[in-house]
Nanobody, 126 residues
Framework: QVQLVESGGGLVQPGGSLRLSCAAS????????IGWFRQAPGKEREGVSC????????YYSDSVEGRFTISRDNAKNTVYLQMNSLKPDDTAVYYC???????????????????WGQGTQVTVSS
């Protein structure tokens, strides 16, 4: 059974940084595309950043481009999301998700991912 566990969330002041981790168990991340998504109260879940398994190609939403960096460490079976210059609008529950890669293009949309973690809260406030 695929299991993903997020960690690293918390309360941070505007302009601060956090690094989220997504650790996988019972499967190896090498063959999976991984995405970070977030959901704020009253809003739909949205794609923040995704990374492919084949060539490590990355995607960032316009709202986080230049501030967030996604990376994967297959040896540790973990994917990270480094978040810098955080803004109050970044406040949300952040989820990581995985989908087995067949080598075809995958969009960074929640409906394209199959396995989900439980989420970690990120609050940006002074």
């Amino acid at each position: 059974q695929v299991q993903l566990v997020e960690s690293g969330g918390g309360l941070v002041q505007p302009g601060g940084s956090l690094r989220l981790s997504c650790a996988a168990s019972r499967f190896t991340l090498d063959y999976y595309d991984i995405g970070w998504f977030r959901q704020a109260p009253g809003k739909e879940r949205e794609g923040v950043s995704c990374i492919t398994s084949t060539d490590g190609s990355t995607y960032y939403s316009d709202s986080v481009e230049g501030r967030f960096t996604i990376s994967r460490d297959n040896a540790k079976n973990t994917v990270y999301l480094q978040m810098n210059s955080l803004k109050p609008d970044d406040t949300a529950v952040y989820y990581c998700a995985a989908a087995f890669s067949y080598g075809s293009k995958r969009y960074c949309r929640p409906r394209d991912y199959d396995y989900w973690g439980q989420g970690t809260q990120v609050t940006v406030s002074s």
